[in-house]
């Protein structure tokens, strides 16, 4: 029997044989008629002085861009340690053992020029050249070798010649209906209607894909982007081209028709299979469901934008299938439409819906661990139960309940006792506008209607006991397509702080702003957010959300319509008014190559209490820090401004909120293998007060110290994206605190260590 401590020995044996590895010969196995491919290099000559499209150009590499050894290709960087090709050409390769398992792990066979197979990549370039209107083009290579006559690169010296351009596009003769509107589209289309655009194959033929998708939509429903031809010709005017466009010459007949809708009928198939049909007439469609089953009819009449007698529309087919799978109460949909066979010589499309029930109940269970900044850690529970089809509509009623224990750690306290909160919610989701006609929206998109009702206690043991109920009334709806509006007509919230201890007394009695946030009160308030989200191209995207909310003021006018002076109460309880807006704009671009974006966000927000209040309510309030925001500091750590408390003085995480904040953040997001995903990254920014508070010395928001108040920290970030789920691990750096440290210069940090925070989350921070 082998000792464990052999271990140690064969460690120490296999590491440094790696080491000697490096003096090792890494073509020694390399055959005498082979060379060792070490990268390539492509030479792109100007055409006519001027340099050919990125977008040529990119296409060019990317079909050259073959990965030699120790390569990485994300960074377009080649190591100079082929620990690879060391164990391939070096380490034995016994048939079994240690010594097999560490060439299998370890060992990578060598790239060759002739695996690379430059010649037929050469041919690659060309019709690529050709394809973008540079028919003079040509592309050759050579070998470029250095000291070692087993080793060469591939260089790639390209002549792309003239662009064609076309100088006159001859359109369909206007004959017939279809080529008549084919000639209309092509007119509007932004590169057939361009000043003698370049020739290039992909732009005609998304052209004429735009061509067949505005047809689709005009009744021409088996049309196909390859009827569409293009004939060229750069032999009549040397240089450049005249295209003539055509229909091809085997397109059917039955696709050169416009169709109009005919007979519209759904099938509806419960979830548990069987039952007996039942035939239903509706508004727009014939109903055959199978019973017994809940469907509100109307529901379906909403849904379907077919109309018998009209033009059929593949829009219209799209967004039925959308508005039903939006109702979230169908497993499946699938849509058929196909020729009436009666009517053959009138054109008409039947339609056939086939939706199956989904199960309505769905119940979710969720366990989570947090740490929190203020030393709380511990696990979460959260159960939920919903059906999704409570009324027959789309209606979704749910309730969750969700229950966490945490215990507080670093303190020194020896009470066993610690911190718990509860909390139950219901919700009841109608999938329309409960609302007045007047407030305008899209017949496209679905839209919801939402009633709420809360409930949660929370218990710091240390400090004090808290709950909290509150009531609201959504709107969810779209205007536009990528425009998002949601309106909290009516939220009422009450916090009623139970019970206190005398040690969070004391923290209030020498904070007062702070404990006026925290006392009991009513807060009545309507909320509106405005989202657009929007991606331009495949390379760009934006997301931009404003929120603005009141609280009190309705009210407070009411009182004072009354006459009434002074404090004004609620249920004998004062109400909170104050004005609070918030705005976030997040922009993402597409960097480099493959999937690597380079994202930003600022955000901005601010409140002010008045008139019934003096502060703003603690819930109500900004901090920054933590895995979402500030990642080289935890959350509520830092601010307002440069205040922090005094030596001997109580530092908890109650003070450290503001009624104004800005946050910038820019992330490098990259791939590394498969799910793995990396990112860098740097944040800053804090949270400032708008009214002065002597308790909490340089928290004011003031001009001057604006810039050395900001907080800045940067980092490193791994994720893992498995598309419906991002876990994410991110290890913040802080480079500047906005308060006294003890140290001065801008890098005020007291450690590197100290200025470590690592966060562990789930999605994307913004």
């Not at 469609?285 to 009449?301: F, G, N, Y």
Request: aromatic share 12%; charged share 20%.
């Amino acid at each position: 029997m082998r000792s464990i401590n052999d271990f140690p020995g064969k460690f120490a044996v296999l590491v440094v044989s790696l080491v000697l590895l490096g003096a090792c010969s890494t073509t020694r196995r390399i055959p005498a008629d082979e060379m060792l491919y070490t990268g390539m290099k492509v030479a792109i000559a100007k055409s006519d002085s001027t340099a050919i499209p990125s977008g040529v150009s990119s296409d060019i590499k990317e079909a050259v861009d073959v990965a030699p050894n120790n390569y990485i290709k994300m960074l377009h960087w080649r190591y100079p340690f082929p620990l690879g090709l060391w164990v391939y050409n070096n380490w034995p390769n016994p048939p079994k053992g240690f010594k097999h398992w560490i060439y299998e792990k370890l060992a990578a066979e060598p790239v060759l020029v002739s695996d690379v197979r430059p010649e037929v990549r050469t041919r690659m370039i060309e019709q690529i050249l050709d394809n973008n209107g540079y028919f003079s083009g040509t592309a050759t290579y050579s070998l470029k070798q250095g000291k070692n006559p087993k080793k060469a690169g591939i260089v790639y010296d390209v002549t792309p010649g003239p662009a064609y351009p076309i100088t006159d596009i001859e359109l369909l003769p206007d004959s017939t209906r279809l080529c008549a509107l084919i000639d209309s589209i092509a007119r509007r289309d932004t590169y057939l209607s361009s000043s003698m655009p370049r020739y290039c194959v992909d732009s005609l033929s998304v052209a004429r894909t735009r061509i067949t998708n505005v047809l689709r939509n005009k009744g021409y429903y088996f049309f196909r982007p390859d009827f569409v031809e293009y004939l060229a010709d750069s032999i009549a005017e040397p240089g450049k081209i005249k295209m003539r466009m055509m229909l091809a010459s085997n397109v059917p007949s039955f696709a050169l028709e416009p169709y109009k809708t005919g007979k519209v009928t759904v099938y509806v198939e419960r979830n548990e299979g069987g039952g007996y049909s039942d035939t239903i007439t509706l508004q727009r469609a014939t109903l055959i469901q199978k019973m017994p089953s809940r469907l509100r009819r109307k529901v379906l009449d909403e849904s379907i934008l077919f109309r018998e007698g009209r033009t059929f529309s593949v829009r219209g087919m799209d967004q039925t299938q959308a508005n039903l799978a939006r109702l979230g109460i169908f497993n499946t949909i699938n849509i058929e439409a196909y020729p009436d066979t009666l009517n053959r010589e009138k054109h008409i499309l039947d339609v056939d819906i086939f939706c199956t029930f989904d199960s309505p109940l769905e119940m979710s269970l969720e366990v989570n661990a947090s740490s929190k900044s203020n030393s709380y850690i511990g696990p979460g529970l959260t159960f939920g139960v919903t059906n999704k089809n409570i009324f027959g509509g789309g209606e979704q009623l749910s309730v969750k309940a969700t229950g966490s224990y945490e215990w507080q750690t670093g303190r020194g306290r020896g009470n066993v006792f610690n911190s718990y909160e509860a909390g139950i919610t219901g919700s009841l989701a109608f999938p329309r506008l409960l609302a007045p006609k007047f407030i305008p929206r899209s017949r496209y998109q679905l839209n919801w209607t939402r009633f709420q009702l809360n409930a949660d206690l929370l218990n710091r043991p240390h400090y004090f006991k808290m709950a909290q109920f509150n009531a609201s009334i959504n709107y969810d709806w779209r205007l536009r397509r990528y425009v998002q509006n949601t309106l909290t007509l009516f939220k009422l919230t009450y916090t009623n702080l139970m019970h206190t201890t005398a040690e969070f007394d004391s923290i209030m009695t020498a904070n007062p702003a702070v404990a006026q946030s925290f006392k009991s009160q009513f807060i009545p308030q309507m909320i509106y957010t405005y989202v657009y989200d929007r991606a331009f191209g495949r390379d760009n995207t934006l997301n931009w959300q404003f929120t603005v909310q009141e609280a009190g003021n309705i009210f407070w006018a009411i009182y004072r319509a009354c006459g009434k002076k002074g404090e004004k109460e609620l249920f004998g309880t004062p109400f909170s008014q104050f004005v609070k807006g918030q705005m976030q704009l997040v922009w993402g671009h597409r960097v480099f190559t493959g999937d690597q974006w380079l994202v930003s966000r600022v955000a901005v927000g601010a409140a002010h209490a008045y008139g019934n209040s003096s502060q703003v309510p603690y819930s109500e309030q900004f901090y920054v820090g933590g895995a979402n925001s500030i990642r080289a500091f935890t959350v509520r750590s830092i601010g307002p401004g440069s205040y922090k408390a005094a030596p001997g003085q109580p530092d908890d995480y109650f003070d450290r909120t503001g009624t104004f904040k800005f946050e910038a953040n820019i992330e490098y997001r990259f791939p590394i293998v498969g799910p793995l995903h990396g990112a860098l990254f740097m944040d800053a920014g804090n949270v400032w007060l708008l009214k002065n508070d002597p308790q909490r010395p340089g928290g004011t928001l003031q001009a001057k110290t604006f810039l050395r108040d900001i907080a800045l920290g940067t980092g490193a970030g791994l994720r893992v994206d498995i598309g419906m789920l991002v876990l994410r691990g991110d290890l913040g750096i802080g480079i500047h605190a906005p308060y006294n440290t003890g140290h001065g210069g801008y890098y005020n940090m007291e450690s590197f260590g100290k200025s470590l925070a690592f966060h562990l989350a789930i999605g994307y921070p913004f």
